[in-house]
Every structure is written in C-alpha cells, then in structure tokens.
C-alpha cells in the first residue's frame, strides 16, 4: 500500500508548486488562435494579475511597457526558455528612475516555435530564486520529434490608422530524426518587421510646442535561427544540445526617455535626421548543453549554458533632462552582458513515514558587463565660472566592467500528509559577491476540501539582487538641480553603491479552487511585503569640490503589493465551446516611503475569451478586456516635481477583438481577424498616466502550411 502511494504522488516539488493559484499556462492551441503581432508580452497581459507597464511610476518610455505581475514592476519578472533565465535587458542601461530602453525579454523565442508558455506568480516563484519576486514566465520551445514535422508560416498585421506601423512576419520549424529513436534535431528561424508609427502620431493631444517630443510606438525587425539536437544515449540518459542567435534592431522615431518640452534646446539637434533608421541593435547567441538522468533512486536534470548579448546603440546622455537621448552625431558604442550558468536538480523519492519527494540543487552563474558609453558621464562645469567639478575618490575616467558571481544550494520537499493534503516547503540558500547572502524559501499547501473543491495557499520569501548598474561604484549619473531632492538648491550626483543589500518579498496568497469536467473555478488574494526595494537615493551622502549634493542607489524600507485574483472558465456542448474569464483588482501598489505607486497599473482587469469550434475545421473566437482607471503618481519626489504634478488619468476602457479559423486540409489552415474591434485608441501625451498607446483597430491575417 504504501509504494502504490508513492507512486501516486512521484512528483517533484516544482510541478506540485505548479500547480498553485498563481498558475497560469498558455498553450500551442491558444497562440494559433490568438496570434500576436510581435511579441508574446501582448497575449501575456490577458492572464491573471498579468500588466504591462514601466518599471516605475514616472511614465518614462512609456511606450515600451514590460510584464509586470501582481504590480511588483518588470524588473522583478524573471523570464526563462525552456527553464533557463534570460536576462539580456541587464546589458541595457539602467536609469536614474529605474527605466531601461529595452522591450524587455519576451521576445526572443518566434511565436511560431513556442510550445507552451507557464506564468507563475507569487509564492510558486520563489524557487527560481534572484528576480523572481514578481513572478515566473517560462517559454517552452517545441521539442525535436522522432519523426519528420515541419510548418511555413505567414503573418500580416495591418492597422486601420495609417500613422500605425503595419507587420509582416515569416517563420518556420522543422524537426525528425537523423538517427531513428537515437539522435533527433529541431530547428526553427524567423524573420518580423513591425514599422515605427508616425512621428506625429500622438500631435493631436499634445501642444504643437511639445508634438516632437511624444512618439508613438518603434518598430523593430527580428532576426532569429535556433537548433537543437536531442541525443538519447539509453533508456536513462539523454543529452540535449541548444544553440541560438537573435538579432533585434529598434525603427526609431524621435522617443527619449523622458520626452519632455524642456528637453527642447539639446533634443532636435541630437536627433535630427534618426527617425526611421535603427538607433539600437541588440544581439544574443545562446548555448546550452542539458543532460536528464533516471536511476534506480530518483532522477536528475542538469545543463550548463553561456550566453551573451550585445547591445549596439548610438551613446545616450547621461545628465538630468537629456538622460536617455541618443546623440546621432557620434559613433554607435557596445555594452557586453556575459552570462555563464550551471544548474544541477536531484529528485529523490522517499519513504519517511510519509510519501514524499526531495529535490536537491546546486546553481552557479557568473555575470559581467562591460559598458564603457554608460560610465562616461563627467563633472558638471560651473556655467559662470567655467570652473570643473570633482568628487574624491573618483576619477574622470572610469572603467566600464563590472561583474559578479552567484552560487546557491537548496532543497524541497513534496510531502503527501494523506490523500488529500499535500505540503511543499523548501529552502535556498544564495550567495551573491556584490550583495553578500540571503536565505530564501517558503511553504505552499493544497487541500481537497470536497472531490471537486480545493484549498491552496502558500508564503515565500523571494529576493532580486541590485543589478550590475546600481551596484558599480564607476556608475555616475548627474542633474544641474531639477532632478535633484526637493529641499536641494544645488547640482548633483547619483553613484553606484557596491554595499547595497538585496531586495526581499515576503510574497503571501491563499484561495479556492473548483474544478470539474465542465467548470474550473479559482479565487485568490495575494499579499506581498515589498523590503529593501533599491532606489535612487535623495539623502547626501557628502558634497563635491564645488559643493554639489552626492546621492547613491539606497534601500528604502517598505512596499506593498495587495490583490485579488479570480478565474472562471466553462466547456460547454462537449467542449466545443470555451468560455474563459479572469479578472485582477489591485488594492494596493504602494512605495511607503513615498506615497505613490510601484507602477502605472490598472486598479481593475477583465479578461474574457469565447472560442466556438463550430464544425472540425471552423472556429470562432471573440475576445474581450476591461482596463480600469490608471492613476499617477500624486506625491512630489524631486525638485522637478515642484513646478507641478498632473492628475492625468486614464479613465476605464474596453478591448474587443474577434478572429475565426479554417483548417482547409490536414496541412494548411488560416486564420483571420479584428483586434481592438470599436477602435478604442489612446495617444500618449506624457501627462500624468497617459504614458503610452492604445493601438486602434487593426486587421490581421495568417497562414499556416504544416506537414
């Protein structure tokens, strides 16, 4: 009796914490029924306490929103492939109010080769250990096949606007053996081209004073091939061989970090003449060797991987209102971001009194950046004296490389208590040589209150060491006074702080869940204690030869993230029909030291989706989003912010779209569809949360040819 329980329960920790209510999948089906224009972040931002948004309240770069879950902003989201971490935005600077100029790592898998995609939000990430606090997505590939498979895929995305930039995208797969059972590959490539909008797109709700300096959304084009080669050595062992490369170049089209009226004097001339030419180029070729063991005690999954990214830009300016500008005039400069990982996951099924499966792990990772553009910044020159400023210890010249290294061990237990109650604590132990150690580690609980009707809860702490910008002490950033803390009258400084400690989350969720043949049903509320959240600091910690304010990166004591999550999905007319809705409120996304909120967040989201599979080869899809309010930050932060802050909000909107499907022979289907269906469209105009566009209706077609 008992090996038949242990076998019942033989899963590792991490599929039981997967099976929390933080949980989200998205699957192959879903993605050909719902397409996305470029990047997998826009059928994402339809899941439970998934958004879209900065990482910071200002609205800077407002328009290249990342994923945020449950509110705790992008930077806290860790994005995986096929369970590795992805961290190219690292190599992209890091800004004074913690923005980066990147679109963040959501993009760089073709949709056409992803299998699956897994959200995991909450206490269920808390395993995957530094930047995780926010959550998990995890992009599964489609796997190489030991027979031969193969899809050509077209895709056409034309807006209704003419200012909007329209999208054209090619891709394909092919997989099967080369030695039947033994050695299969798996290889897919794509190649999108998504234009810039106009230029002048948002004029209409901007002075013509400021027209220049609100853009609309860049373009990118996307270059990506990838392989994979699976090796079955025996029945126990196989060997995996993944190798990747990515290019992705943005179409500028006059946007800066911040795209203020007061930027006008130094603005035009940087950029004058880049609208329309690439501003930026991102590059990243990846490796990963990954071998699964089974033995007569368990099993194991290991890998080891290098990857690196290079980030090739035109230099951007470094002091107070310019921070951010490209400067077309020079030359384009590199950033390097290295990544080296090892990973090692022992699950071992035991009997001590109880069934239960542990699982050991070890992981190391090293990581540098050489970015010579971004430790540029010099002296600020006194305009009537012309006299030069300078900070002791500081020198002029700067070295542009930074690194460091983290290891970290941990252990997990799935613990069958009975039938019906299941516990997972686990416990991870990191060392990071910037930011020292920190434990981290939690408890998830699944309990069967009824055959259909479940309890689930869980607590973690999750952690996010300080990145490689906030912790080099050569990272200099500087104001001539309106940047600067509001009781300043002075210039300043902002430098790195190599004693920063890390930042924490006691992440905390609890709900029902109901499921049945016909109806899956879950509510959860969700609490996180947000510590030690690292910011630019407004207290001096000295002055320099002229008397200008020295501020660093700081930990502030206290945030907090505080929701709702609901689901509700019917299958109906013996699942033919699909009726899918959730809907996140957030009760709270607050920084305590300052008032406002982590990020520009919708208080409420309702997500609904409808697919009818009407005959076997013609469905019907209708989809539906309700946004609430978007407020901004009210409370003043910098001096800047004296002259005034807007109340601008975004008011409560709705997205429709609609879609159907043909499957004309076994090999070839198309779909077609409408998305943001009434044209409910929203140009930025860079006034309080009016931070980004809504694009209008749009009409988009694919095509797909498989064997």
Not at 111 to 135: F, H, N, Q, T, W
Not at 476 to 502: E, F, H, I, W
Not at 553 to 577: P, Q, S, Y
Request: glycine share 10%; charged share 20%.
């Amino acid at each position: 009796m008992a090996e038949t329980q242990l076998e019942q329960i033989n899963v590792t920790a991490e599929d039981q914490v997967k099976q929390s209510l933080g949980v989200s999948r998205i699957t192959r089906q879903d993605l050909e029924k719902r397409p996305v224009v470029n990047d997998v972040s826009e059928i994402l931002r339809t899941m439970p306490g998934v958004n879209l948004t900065g990482n910071s309240p200002t609205g800077a770069r407002g328009n290249k929103r990342q994923i945020d879950l449950r509110g705790m902003g992008p930077e806290n989201t860790l994005i995986l492939v096929d369970g590795k971490p992805v961290t190219s935005r690292n190599g992209e600077r890091y800004s004074w109010h913690g923005e980066r100029n990147s679109r963040g790592d959501s993009n760089w898998v073709p949709v056409e080769a992803i299998d699956s995609i897994e959200v995991l939000r909450g206490p269920a990430a808390a395993r995957y250990g530094s930047g995780a606090m926010g959550g998990v997505v995890n992009i599964k590939t489609k796997p190489a096949t030991n027979e031969f498979h193969g899809s050509l895929t077209y895709y056409i995305n034309q807006p209704e606007n003419s200012k909007e930039g329209n999208t054209n995208r090619v891709g394909f797969t092919l997989s099967g053996p080369i030695i039947k059972d033994v050695l299969s590959f798996r290889l897919y490539g794509n190649w999108n081209k998504t234009k810039a909008d106009a230029t002048d797109i948002n004029a209409p709700v901007v002075s013509e004073a400021n027209s220049n300096y609100v853009a609309g959304k860049e373009g990118v084009r996307n270059k990506d091939i990838a392989g994979q080669l699976d090796w079955n050595i025996n029945a126990n062992h196989k060997l995996t061989l993944d190798a990747s490369f990515s290019r992705q170049g943005n179409i500028y089209n006059n946007d800066s970090q911040y795209s203020n009226v007061g930027q006008r004097a130094t603005f035009i001339p940087r950029i004058a003449g880049l609208a329309g030419s690439e501003t930026a180029r991102l590059y990243r070729q990846s490796y990963a060797l990954t071998h699964k063991g089974q033995y007569g005690w368990g099993d194991s999954n290991s890998y080891v991987s290098f990857d690196q990214t290079v980030n090739s830009r035109l230099p951007e300016g470094l002091t107070g209102g310019v921070e951010g500008i490209y400067d077309g005039n020079q030359s384009f400069v590199e950033s390097k971001l290295k990544n080296t990982r090892f990973n090692s996951e022992f699950h071992i099924p035991v009997q001590w009194g109880l069934p239960q499966v542990i699982t050991l792990g070890v992981e190391a990772v090293h990581s540098s950046l050489d970015d010579e553009a971004s430790t540029s910044q010099g002296f600020i020159t006194n305009n009537r004296t012309r006299a030069v400023d300078s900070i002791v210890g500081v020198s002029a010249v700067r070295s542009g490389h930074t690194s460091q290294s983290e290891y970290a061990a941990f252990v997990e237990d799935n613990i069958a208590l009975s039938e019906r109650t299941f516990l997972t604590p686990a416990l991870r132990f990191d060392y990071n040589t910037n930011s020292s150690s920190n434990w981290s580690g939690g408890v998830n609980l699944s309990h069967d209150l009824t055959h259909n009707l479940k309890l689930k809860g869980g607590i973690a702490r999750a952690y996010k060491a300080p990145n490689l910008y906030q912790s080099n002490s050569n990272y200099l950033l500087a104001s001539t006074g309106r940047g600067c803390a509001m009781d300043s009258s002075v210039s300043c400084y902002l430098l790195g702080n190599d004693d920063l400690k890390p930042e924490t989350s006691w992440n905390k969720e609890i709900g029902l869940e109901f499921d049945n043949r016909d109806i899956n049903a879950s509510l959860a509320y969700f609490h996180n204690d947000y510590r030690n959240k690292i910011t630019a600091g407004d207290e001096a910690i000295g002055f320099s030869k002229l008397g200008n304010e020295i501020y660093q990166w700081v930990n502030i004591k206290h945030a907090l993230v505080e929701g709702l999550e609901g689901n509700l999905t019917f299958n109906l007319l013996d699942n033919k029909l699909k009726w899918s809705t959730n809907a996140t409120y957030m009760i709270h996304s607050k920084n305590k030291n300052t008032g406002n909120p982590l990020s520009i967040i919708p208080k409420f989201t309702v997500n609904s989706n409808v697919n009818y599979q009407m005959t076997e080869a013609f469905d019907v899809g209708l989809t539906y989003t309700q946004y609430g309010k978007q407020r901004p930050r009210t409370n003043p932060e910098r001096r800047t912010d004296l002259e005034g802050m807007s109340t601008t909000t975004v008011g409560s909107y709705a997205i429709w779209g609609l879609n159907a499907g043909y499957q004309f022979t076994k090999n070839f289907n198309t779909r077609i569809g409408v998305t943001n269906l009434f044209d409910k469209q929203i140009l930025r105009s860079n006034s309080g949360a009016s931070s980004y566009n809504e694009s209008g209706r749009a009409y988009y077609a694919t095509a797909k040819y498989s064997f």
